[in-house]
């Protein structure tokens, strides 16, 4: 499984900006797949996830501004954000596992197939 994140850039304070992550391999639909991030000099951390096609999952930072979703035709989960702040500055990594349990959806270490990072960038 690999996966490929996209969509990343610079934008100002309360713009809006859409991450994809493409993912390869079979039986997409039964993955968990999340998003991490991690800014400078902080470890990584949990900020979206879709349980295996069914419910999702978000931290309590962003709740109410992202939105994950995904288009198991195309392999492909987005993590709309909306109303950006300066603090969500980072490397925004997706990930997946076919294995995960819903009580280990936040843990990073978790999840065993990732992709290269995508940096947004958020101006005050």
């Known amino acids: 499984v690999q996966l490929q994140a996209s969509g990343g850039g610079l934008v100002q304070a309360g713009d809006s900006l859409r991450l994809s992550c493409a993912v390869s391999?079979?039986?997409?639909?039964?993955?968990?797949v999340a998003w991490f991030r991690q800014a400078p000099g902080k470890e990584r951390e949990f900020v979206a996830a879709?349980?295996?096609?069914?419910?999702?999952y978000y931290a309590d930072s962003v709740k109410g501004r992202f939105t994950i979703s995904r288009d198991n035709a195309k392999n492909t989960v987005y993590l709309q954000m909306n109303s950006l702040k300066f603090e969500d500055t980072a490397v925004y990594y997706c990930?997946?596992?076919?294995?995960?349990?819903?009580?280990?959806?936040?843990?990073?270490?978790?999840?065993?197939?990732w992709g290269q990072g995508t940096q947004v960038t958020v101006s005050s």
């Open positions: 879709s349980f295996r096609s069914t419910n999702t």
């Open positions: 391999g079979r039986a997409f639909g039964s993955y968990s």
């Open positions: 990930a997946a596992s076919a294995s995960i349990i819903l009580s280990q959806l936040k843990n990073r270490f978790s999840y065993s197939h």
